[in-house]
């Protein structure tokens, strides 16, 4: 059985999945965006992350990455987690983080929720 796919924006995600994410890129976004194509046919970028139950894409741009970092607290001047909240988010979410596999060529129309409302 497959995992359901989310496309969500960055701003719409619970503080949960948010620390998981942290930890998950604790240098940051903009390296890890992936270029897809939405269910309108455009290309849009996100940032991968799977949980146990959902594929997530988080959508972002590269220039909306740096600046989630940038205002983030959780990071420091170089863009680096810091290590109070990785050492707090790792206490919380020990076995949950899964590296993120997602086939882009295996989405479809159907496979994506956009979960946004």
Do not use: C, H
């Amino acid at each position: 059985m497959s995992k359901p796919r989310v496309i969500k924006n960055y701003d719409k995600l619970d503080d949960e999945l948010l620390e998981q994410i942290k930890l998950n890129y604790p240098n940051g976004f903009e390296r890890n965006l992936i270029r897809f194509t939405d269910v309108n046919g455009k290309i849009a970028s996100a940032l991968p992350f799977e949980t146990a139950e959902k594929y997530y894409l988080i959508r972002m741009t590269k220039s909306e990455a740096q600046l989630i970092i940038e205002d983030d607290d959780d990071y420091d001047d170089e863009g680096i987690l810091t290590d109070e909240a990785r050492e707090e988010y790792g206490d919380k979410y020990d076995d949950e983080i899964e590296e993120a596999d997602i086939d882009l060529d295996e989405l479809s129309d159907e496979d994506v929720a956009d979960d946004d409302d």
